[in-house]
């Protein structure tokens, strides 16, 4: 492992809000009086009724109860859009950038954006949504898509924001899980040059059981491409707002009022609707924003993640209009139409502050230098990190080849639960070492326990644990408050257990080392085991499957799927591909199994447990195949033999 320690460059620091003591200070005031601390930084917000108190938390099991700043009233929107105007009305909010180069791209000013929003805010007021409903949104990355969160906000709907790249069943279990009322989608979406057909989507979804509670579906026309609208329920987006006035008298908020559901994968089960509020996380996405990033008036934040995560959410939303920031919004992908373009489109927009993923830098990485090389980035001074561990070698090249050795680079630690960023360097303040998302973020009580939750210290290996409550912290699983407490708060008692392994040194650097439970992540994306192994369960051939992750040069971590067949089902290559392309269908492209191996039985103890550990590191083998060694003691299976066929099996990665 690369312990280089990498120094802030010097002219970076120079220009720096935070240095080095500023980050020691006010890191350890933080934690000293965590009261005056937050409720100076909510104080950045706009409140149309101030709190008297920021922290009313104990993760205590006898008084649990998270509330920040909880007797305060704010809105949200007004906070990302009415509060810029006086100063900011013809600064860009938001740049588009179109899957095509050749579209030219939309630049939209705050002022532009604050009439968009209350257009959808009045309109979704007249089509009966209230303070509370659930809205669906199924978009593309277009700028509708943020105008629809903002206007949900505005009026005091919960959005529940669903990837473009789910299937019809993963939107038809999240609508009825939190029962929307509305949808608002598109025609179709537009990736690397492939449409992506939202509305059929939709229309597929809305035909599955559980989805009565949604009235209407609000359709963007996007690609142009024809779609059939099913009257009354479905509604042109265009014609809708155009009839609406551009001002709209937003309601404030109480501070602790739910601001969005998203769902995201957890160990077992289907996926759970974190919630965030309204007070708390906005205050986290944008102050984490402004510190992390080393925010300036005239940045051009880019952070290319899409808005049906979290990251898109924090920081292509909320965290840069909260801050009156310049967000890009990049409608495709990194690859199209070449390896260039993400890098065309930093000069292109002159962008100062980007931000990806590691599975991104590791695909470009493996196309060499030169698409890199054909554009000049003198615009970009920093550089960001966020999703999964990045590997020393992809964090060297990103610094060398993207960054030249001027930009630092901020590897981002942080969950869909935690709202916003919690570990990371503060790139003004603190030298990097290549792989490790370095130092707790102001309020943040990272540690590490053993197994029993005995809390380590110094130089030591544990699981990632968080001691006290910061404000952009998720309040409940929707609908399911015992299974938050369960999922969180019943590992270790009286801290919020993270999922994450990890590794501390000697200079108290933190090291994630990936998931300790059974959600794996691909390409930065959560998947749960469970999910896929419920997809391929199914499926009429398959009796059984166990799902496991495996090392996957780009993707970070790939799927790897063992699946026992029904008696009398010939296991050939075509069905392989069938349960595949099932799973595709079932969840999403993102679920997709990267390998696929018959196995006739699965390792079981006699009370029937299947034993991952060994389906993990047959799976985990290398080309030189499977140290028996390492597979650990067998004998407590009911049959020790399946795992002689299993290796003997095995697919080649
Ligand atoms: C923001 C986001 C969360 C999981 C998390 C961890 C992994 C995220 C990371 C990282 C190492 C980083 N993760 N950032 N691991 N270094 N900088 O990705 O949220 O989709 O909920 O995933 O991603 O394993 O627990 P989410």
């Known amino acids: 492992m690369s312990e280089r320690i990498v120094p802030v460059p010097p002219a970076f620091e120079a220009t720096a809000a935070i240095r080095r003591a500023d980050y020691e200070r006010d890191y350890a005031e933080s934690l000293r009086d965590p009261e005056a601390y937050w409720s100076k930084v909510g104080r950045r917000l706009q409140w149309s009724k101030p709190y008297t ?50 579209t030219a791209p939309r630049r939209i000013t705050y002022r532009e954006l604050h009439a968009m929003v209350c257009r959808l805010a009045n309109a979704l007021g007249q089509l009966g949504v209230v303070k509370g409903d659930r809205v ?41 899980d939190c029962t929307s009322k509305l949808v608002i989608t598109a025609d179709e979406g537009l990736r690397g040059g492939k449409t992506i057909p939202l509305k059929a989507n939709v229309d597929e979804a809305l035909g599955k059981p559980g989805t009565n509670s949604v009235e209407t579906v609000l359709v963007v026309r996007h690609t142009g491409g024809g779609v059939p609208m099913q009257m009354p329920r479905d509604r042109w987006y265009d014609a809708v707002v155009e009839a609406q006035p551009a001002t709209h008298e937003a309601r404030p908020m109480n501070a602790e009022d739910p601001l969005f559901i998203l769902y995201t994968s957890g160990s077992t089960g289907k996926p759970k609707g974190v919630l965030h509020t309204s007070g708390g996380y906005l205050a986290w996405a944008a102050y ?42 990049f409608e495709g992908v990194p690859t199209y139409p070449d390896p260039g373009r993400f890098w065309e489109v930093c000069d292109r927009h002159q962008v100062t502050i980007f931000y990806t993923a590691p599975t991104a830098i590791r695909a470009l990485m493996r196309e060499g230098d030169a698409p ?17 561990p990045i590997n020393p070698e992809a964090w ?28 990371s360097p503060l790139p003004g303040a603190i030298a990097t070492k290549p792989g490790s998302a370095t130092l707790p973020f102001f309020g943040v009580q990272p540690a590490l326990v053993d197994a029993e939750g005995h809390v380590l210290e110094g130089a030591t290996e544990g699981n990632l644990v968080l001691r006290d409550s910061w404000p952009g912290q998720m309040r409940t699983v929707y609908g399911d408050h015992q299974r938050f407490i369960d999922t969180y708060f019943k590992t270790y008692p009286g801290m919020y257990f993270t999922g994450d392994g990890c590794r501390r040194d000697a200079d108290g650097y933190y090291w994630i080392t990936g998931r300790v439970d059974d959600v794996i992540n691909v390409s930065g994306h959560r998947m749960g085991t469970a999910e896929v192994e419920s997809a391929l369960v199914a499926h009429p051939a398959v009796a059984e499957a166990a799902v496991v992750g495996a090392p996957h040069d780009i993707k970070g971590q790939g799927i790897y799927a063992y699946v026992t067949l029904k008696e009398g089902v010939e296991a050939d290559d075509s069905l392989r591909k069938e349960l595949i392309a099932h799973v595709r269908h079932e969840i999403g492209p993102i679920a997709a199994p990267d390998w696929l191996q018959w196995a006739p039985g699965l390792p079981k103890t006699r009370s029937g447990k299947i034993m991952r550990r060994i389906l993990r590191k047959i799976a985990e083998a290398g080309p030189e195949g499977v140290d028996r060694g390492t597979l650990g003691d067998t004998s407590t299976l009911a049959d020790p033999a399946v795992v002689d066929s299993l290796v003997r099996e095995r697919q080649h990665r």
Request: charged content about 25%.
């Open 53 to 102: 108190r920021a922290k009313d938390t104990s993760f205590d099991p006898e008084d649990f109860h998270i509330r920040w700043f909880a007797d305060g009233e704010l809105n949200v929107a007004v906070n990302c859009l009415d509060r810029h105007l006086a100063e900011r009305g013809d600064k860009v909010a938001i740049v588009w950038e179109a899957d095509d180069p050749a």
């Open 136 to 176: 669906t949104i199924y978009l593309p990355m277009i700028p509708e898509a943020a105008v629809a969160m903002l206007a949900c906000a505005r009026i005091g709907a919960i959005h529940s924001v669903v990837f473009g790249g789910f299937s019809a069943d993963s939107i038809a279990n999240r609508i009825a």
């Open 396 to 423: 060297e090249w990103y610094n060398r080849v993207v960054g030249e050795e001027r930009c630092p680079i901020v590897d981002t630690w942080w969950q869909t639960e935690t709202g916003g960023i919690l570990i």
């Open 288 to 329: 984490t924003h402004e510190c992390v990033f080393d925010l300036k008036e005239n940045d051009i934040f880019w952070c290319t993640a899409d808005v049906g995560w979290v990251t898109g959410h924090s920081y292509v939303v909320y965290g840069p209009l909260a801050n009156g920031a310049t967000s890009v919004m």
């Open 372 to 388: 890199v090389k054909r554009s000049r980035r003198d615009s970009i001074r920093l550089l960001g990190s966020v999703g999964e």
